[in-house]
């Protein structure tokens, strides 16, 4: 069974592996060299283990039905559900990556972190409240709304689980070099262990326990990067002037130390404080920029924790504690690069002979928790990045489940007639089904570079789910027809516009420098542009019957979404 | 829902003042944070050295203020969306729903 799957994998990687992209080297997490066996991490982490198999039995308890699996029966609140969004949006690969982008290129880093950060606004001013009122388990029931359910969901369904492959192999990918990194484990063995876990947290305690694995993982990482950042500024007297002045410094030194005259090191120390090469040509920054921003409105799983609040108050307020949460989180990774180029550039004991970091260039976060904390803080912070590709893929896997079996099992196979016991069962099955796969794939995928994944993962979410969201839920015009062809549209052209750009046509296939037809480092400008002309193109022809009763449903769609009259779970709270 | 309280709602003159405020709030708010944030890729992207003019005497540069404005911006606005939402709109949401159920 896995041979044959490997090989068919082994085709689709040929298609989309890539060695190397400056764009996306704060979602990577690379290769990584083995480490010795780490006690106190895997201690550390063993608790945070018994501690969520303790929760996922308590939330088994009160998993007896669909709602209750795919929306932890809608009674988390909104400060709660805010911690879980932070906690499924800020993955190890940011925290590490990040803070070692911030580390290598200063200023330059913080184009990661805004740009990640600046779409939860626009999912605040036009989706949230509007999400809560029309959906109940997935983002399709709010696309769908109005229209013909089986196209749509099928849509749907595919956008979901096409974003969630790319994010899951991105993650398990990263927890096996992330293991092999800080624990000193197999790669595999870490792959096999993240698996397993996801599995029995959604199986089991479903959207209860992932939601609460997110809720523990995001304040254990908050809480590690606020150490890390105090004891930062503690040492540079609350000053930031203080902090930056020392990273020139050492840049400075470093660079005079490879043999740069004087003037030409000042000039390379001095560089960390202002922009760099990060940005080449305009048109790959905005189109960059669209993808980070539009995509994270169109990330399945996390549109669907809008659905775990009881209303759209909670699901406002959520967003906001979300946003507050991941903005102060980029923050401290800002203050953790900076400390990480004065506490861990300074100290011998981190630096191969090479002068490069032991472990490799994603260890500056880890190298900075035992310079300011020794090595139970570095167990520690280890321990905390393991946990956090946990949440992060339980989240996913709960998402794709339930677009199998939400969407298309319950939706499309039984016409809306399927009870809530054969749904359960359903999505439970397609939880291994998944869990299995992503193993596989991780296994697969280990000694590719997936850096693009993440990226292309939001920009299939910013030019296929965003688009069909957005005007299906405000654009009377839109119409079922239009919805399918431009969501389609939108998700071919960013897959395909991302297999002929340079990272992937020349770096992967090998094909000679300057042939790639798409020169540019995001399809996303492109291929969103695609996708809402898609829409509004077909929907404005589209004269059939099914069309007319598309418009007609928009009043009542509208109303409902302004006024939550109707709203699911609504009643009862 | 059935189409008489739809017709019922739609035509209510508060509804109406919800919606056009709420959607044109929104989308201010929208365009607000697409300029400041597409206002600063330009500004790396077209006019680097502005951006790492130094402060006063120190290292530091007129860029760090500005990145770290956009992201304590992004949380700001979200905020003042969040709280204009939690008094106005709720208020009158709950003044439409209950003159559309009695």
Redesign the interface.
Known sequence: MSRPLRAQWGLALATFAFAGAAWAAGGDLGQAEKQPTNWTAIGMFAAFVILTLFITKWAAARTKSAADFYTAGGGITGFQNGLAIAGDYMSAASFLGISAAVMTGGFDGLMYSIGFLVGWPVVTFLLAERLRNLGKFTFADVAAFRFEQAPVRVFAASGTLVVVAFYLIAQMVGAGQLIKLLFGLEYWIAVVIVGALMMVYVLFGGMTATTWVQIIKACLLLGGATFMALMVLLHFGFSPEAMFAKAVEVKTGIASALGKAPDAAAKEGSSIMGPGGFIKDPISAISFGMALMFGTAGLPHILMRFFTVPNAKEARKSVLWATTWIGYFYLLTFIIGFGAITFVLTNPGFLDAKGGLIGGGNMAAVHLATAVGGNVFLGFISAVAFATILAVVAGLTLSGASAVSHDLYATVFKHGRADSTSELKVSRITTVGLGIVAVLLGIAFEKQNIAFMVSLAFAIAASANFPVLLLSVLWKDCTTKGAVVGGFLGLVSSVALTIVSPSVWEATLGNPKGSALFPYASPALFSMVIGFAGIWIVSLLDRGARAAQDRAGFLAQQVRSETGIGASGASGH | ?D?D???R??RNPK?QE??AR?SS???M??IL?LVV??G???L???N?PF??Q?LGE????I??PI??G???F??V???I??RR??REF?AL?EE??RE??K
Do not use: C
């Open positions: 829902m189409a309280l739809t017709e709602i739609a509804y919800l919606k709420r709030f929104g989308w708010l929208t944070m944030y597409y600063f890729i330009m790396i992207a077209f680097k951006l790492s130094r120190g290292v530091t540069t860029g760090m990145g770290f956009v992201i304590i992004t949380v606005i979200t905020g969306y969040v939402a939690n709720d949401t439409v729903v559309a159920l």
